[in-house]
């Protein structure tokens, strides 16, 4: 299996074992999970999917001097 990089043969279905996380943890966290970096994380993916449709309907309205259309994403 040396053809697989480190991180495939983590995930292979096919090896036998536990599986080892970061650092040679047994388990993927420790302690409990905060919620609060999973709702930043969806909140910029949501602001980010915004900014994407409206640059998307600012052209193909052609209308390609607005902010929207201008703005990188």
Do not use: F, H
């Not at 040679?24 to 999970?33: I, Q």
């Not at 449709?53 to 929207?68: C, E, F, I, M, P």
């Amino acid at each position: 299996m040396a053809y697989l990089s480190r991180q495939q043969a983590s995930v292979a279905p096919y090896l036998v074992g536990n599986r080892v996380y970061g650092g040679g943890r047994p388990n993927p966290t420790n302690g409990p999970v905060d919620k609060q970096g999973y709702r930043e994380r969806d909140a910029r993916a949501a602001a980010r999917r915004q900014a994407i449709l409206n640059k998307l309907k600012a052209t193909q309205k052609g209308d390609y001097a607005s902010a929207n259309a201008q703005r990188s994403v």
